[in-house]
């Protein structure tokens, strides 16, 4: 097998016009390509007037191609297996996100039959919580955009893209997902991603696989309190419903994502080794999709093979702080995502299709200790809640979203009204003034980036975009420290994903649990 890369095709290019392409690369006739698969498939879009696919290739070919730069060998998959020792305690996975059900798959797969503790509920009941809760009415704080079945990713865009190497285990990730009902493109596409709509049948369909192999689900269940004994874990107090209970457990797999903040208190009371870590603050803006797509493809705006077009940019100001796009979702919405009462949060998401009217972002400044009130391992926390009670206040104490217009934040004064641009934020936006939300030194630093990125990409600072206040969940403020046998300070206790500070995204937290589990065998 080998892989022809950088194939540039037109937007309407099939399935021949490819294979012909291959047999140009092989120097070689179109009859000795038995069979052509997409690797890869990235838009190039440098060029408005000549927007196009780049296209790799995996051939079966029996042509002994001539030495090119394009041209590689493919090697057998390395294929990933799980052998970890049953110590005769069903090992616990506490979460159910990305990383919480990845470490669900790797232990069921290894015959250790999980039990995976689930704050919030399964999807179907949990969908009908969010919705709820976007119309107006009552939040639940144990079911919602951040707790329960999926995790925070199931509301999200889904997207499959991460800072991370891709290795063994992101391919074991992409080809669980896939195997779940993911769609076929998220093997080859470079910015893959499901869509929330989507997101819901594959998390059914992974608790499905794990349930089959011995594995089980408690849902609405949270882990209430550790017990140890000379430094070990020997047992954990789960609630539910009805009770309260102990665990026996030997290996406790903490997946619990960047929003269990009762949890991580828990924790510290407990002696858990945490530390600060540096996130980002900041706000969703939000543009009209139409107005995205002509500034990245030209006069291929509407072309039908482009789908919504996305972007993502960073700009580095003099003064150190950063502020960069994150989180994009093209033809989504902007959607509230608190987890408890009196605090208002902002996240983004898209259907598979991204076909509604705006495009959204996370616009995000850096933070760290220099904002914080202590050196607390805790302390960014508590400053995500307090940006999270004054954007309650401020949009009108009633889940409201606090929102103000580009050119209105520019100029410094309170946005009174609204523009051109509709909000998609469910139950209601308020028009305000975020600088009575924001630091001063994030509220400048996003005026400066906002007049950056619109030079970049013409209609970013357009005068009537929407900012909706506020986005604090980017990732966890805190890392519980593990050392290289992937334990915390208190034997058996295991943390991984982005809860526990390894990892942003669904792909880079589901990987790292694969990792994790992975590194098991060898201690």
């Known amino acids: 097998m080998l892989r022809i890369n950088n194939i540039n095709a037109p937007l309407d290019a099939d399935a021949d016009y490819l294979k012909k392409s291959a047999a140009q690369k092989l120097q070689c006739d179109v009859s000795a390509v038995a069979a052509c698969k997409i690797a890869k498939k990235s838009v190039d879009a440098r060029n408005k007037n000549n927007v196009h696919f780049v296209y790799s290739l995996d051939c079966q070919t029996a042509v002994n191609p001539l030495p090119d730069k394009d041209i590689e060998v493919l090697l057998p998959p390395e294929k990933l297996t799980f052998k970890i020792k049953d110590n005769g305690v069903r090992p616990v996975v506490i979460g159910s996100g990305p990383s919480g059900m990845f470490a669900g798959i790797a232990l069921a797969e290894a015959g250790l039959k999980p039990i995976i503790i689930e704050r919030g509920s399964a999807v179907d009941k949990r969908q009908q919580d969010v919705q709820t809760f976007w119309n107006g009415g009552v939040l639940n704080p144990e079911s919602n955009v951040q707790f329960g079945e999926g995790g925070a990713g199931t ?36 910015k893959p991603h499901i869509g929330t709509d989507k997101l819901r049948q594959v998390v059914r369909n992974i608790r499905q696989k794990i349930t089959d192999l011995g594995g089980e689900y408690r849902f609405d269940s949270k882990l209430e309190n550790l017990i140890i004994k000379d430094n070990r874990l020997e ?58 797509n002509r500034a990245q493809y030209g006069k291929f705006a509407d072309n039908p093979y482009l789908g919504a077009a996305d972007y993502k ?83 009108g104490k009633n889940y409201h979203a606090p929102i103000q217009r580009v050119d209105d934040l520019l100029a410094q004064r309170p946005s009174r009204q609204l523009g051109d641009v509709r909000p998609s934020y469910q139950p209601a936006v308020t028009p305000s003034d975020l600088s009575l939300i ?27 975009a929407l900012l909706t206040a506020v986005e604090t969940r980017s990732s966890s403020p805190v890392r519980i ?9 208190i034997r058996g206790l295991v943390p991984c994903g982005e809860g526990a500070g390894y990892a942003g995204g669904i792909m880079s937290s589901a990987a790292d649990a694969l990792k994790v589990i992975d590194s098991l065998n060898e201690f």
């Open 313 to 395: 940019m960073a700009v580095h100001l003099p003064n150190g702080r950063s502020v960069y796009t994150f989180c994009m979702c093209p033809g989504g919405t902007v959607v509230a995502a608190a987890s408890e009462h009196g605090r208002v949060v902002t996240n983004g998401m898209s259907e598979f299709a991204r076909n509604k009217e705006n495009a959204n972002s996370a616009l995000l400044v850096g933070v760290d200790s220099r904002d914080f009130e202590s050196d607390a391992p805790l302390a960014g926390m508590y400053f995500q809640r307090k940006l999270e009670e004054l954007a309650f206040i401020h949009g």
């Open 481 to 489: 420290v593990r050392d290289e046998t992937m334990q915390s300070n």
């Open 235 to 292: 047992a954990v107090e789960i609630s539910n419903a009805d009770t309260t209970y102990t665990l026996p457990v030997k290996q406790l797999f903490l997946a619990i994502g960047h929003s269990a903040r009762d949890t991580f208190e828990m924790l510290e009371k407990n002696g858990v080794y945490m530390q600060q870590k540096s996130f980002s603050v900041g706000v969703r803006i939000e543009h009209p999709q139409s107005l995205i």
């Open 155 to 190: 509301f999200s865009d889904g997207k499959l893209m991460s800072g991370i190497k891709k290795d063994k285990y992101t391919a074991k990730v992409l080809q669980e997902l896939h195997a779940a009902g993911a769609p076929d493109e998220i093997l080859y596409l470079a």
């Open 438 to 464: 924001l630091p001063t030194e994030i509220c400048h630093a996003l005026r400066l980036g906002i007049v950056e990125m619109g030079k970049k990409l013409r209609g970013f600072d357009h005068p009537h």
